[in-house]
C-alpha cells in the first residue's frame, strides 16, 4: 500500500511540475481611465487629463505553487497617445495662454515590471486567473508646442516632459483556453495606477520677440485598463 501511495504522489507530482512554469505574450488596446484615476486619487481632474487610449504589449511569467495558488511577473510596454484637450486645459493653467492650440504632440511611454500572487481556478479547458500586481514603472513624457495669447500678445511655448519614475500598483485577470496541453490562447485584462512627476521640465517661451527657458513641473495621475489577446506557453 506504501509503494501504491508512493507512485500515486510521484507520477502526481511529475504531471503538475511539466505544468507549472508559462509564459504568456500579449498585445492590445491600452484604454486611459482618466475619471477612476481622479477617483482613486482624491486629486483635481487637471491631474488626469493629457494621456489617451493606446497600445499594449504585455510579456508574463508565471508560477504555480500548486494547482491554484502562483506568482507571476509582467513586463508591460504602453504607448498612449496625448490627448490635445488635456494640453490646451494644462497649459491654460501654468503659462496662462488664452485661446491656445497645440501641435507636434508626442505619445507617452511607459515601461513597467508589476508582480504578485494569483489564484487560478479550472473550468474543463478553461482556465481563469485573477492577480494582484505591484512594480516599478518609467514613463517617458510628451514633447508640445502650444501657441496662444497672453496680455493681448501672441506667445508660444515648447515643452519637453522628459521621464519619470515611480511605484504603480493594479490589479488583473486571464482567461485562457487550452488548444494542447502545452498551448492556450489567451485574453488579459490588467489595471495599472500610478503618479507620474515630470520635474524640472525645460521650456522655451517666445513672446513679443524675448525668449526665455523657465522650468516647470507636471504632475499627472495614470489610469490604464490593458485589453490584451496572445498566446501561453506552458511547461
Not at 50 to 63: E, W
Not at 72 to 89: C, I, P
Request: net charge positive; with cysteine; glycine share 10%.
Amino acid at each position: 500500500m506504501s509503494r501504491l501511495i508512493f507512485c500515486l504522489v510521484f507520477f502526481a507530482g511529475t504531471a503538475f511540475a511539466q505544468d507549472r512554469f508559462s509564459v504568456n505574450i500579449a498585445a492590445g488596446k491600452s484604454i486611459s481611465l482618466r475619471e477612476l484615476a481622479v477617483r482613486v486619487t482624491g486629486r483635481n481632474s487637471l491631474t488626469a487629463q493629457m494621456a489617451g487610449d493606446g497600445l499594449a504589449f504585455q510579456v508574463g511569467t508565471d508560477f504555480q505553487f500548486s494547482r491554484h495558488l502562483g506568482f507571476t511577473a509582467r513586463l508591460n510596454y504602453n504607448q498612449n497617445e496625448t490627448r490635445e484637450e488635456g494640453v490646451k486645459n494644462y497649459a491654460a493653467v501654468i503659462y496662462s495662454i488664452n485661446d491656445l492650440t497645440a501641435s507636434n504632440i508626442q505619445d507617452w511611454r511607459a515601461l513597467s515590471l508589476m508582480v504578485g500572487p494569483t489564484l487560478k481556478v479550472f473550468v474543463g479547458k478553461l482556465s481563469l486567473q485573477g492577480r494582484l500586481l505591484g512594480g516599478y514603472t518609467t514613463i517617458t513624457g510628451p514633447a508640445f508646442s502650444a501657441k496662444g495669447s497672453f496680455s493681448n500678445r501672441d506667445i508660444s511655448v515648447e515643452t519637453k516632459t522628459g521621464t519619470a519614475q515611480n511605484w504603480a500598483f493594479g490589479l488583473g485577470s486571464t482567461v485562457a483556453f487550452a488548444l494542447t496541453p502545452h498551448l492556450s490562447l489567451a485574453i488579459n485584462a490588467d489595471y495599472a495606477q500610478t503618479k507620474a512627476e515630470f520635474g524640472n521640465i525645460e521650456n522655451v517661451v517666445t513672446a513679443a520677440g524675448t525668449t526665455l527657458t523657465p522650468t516647470t513641473t507636471i504632475v499627472q495621475d495614470l489610469g490604464v485598463l490593458n485589453v490584451t489577446g496572445g498566446l501561453v506557453f506552458s511547461f
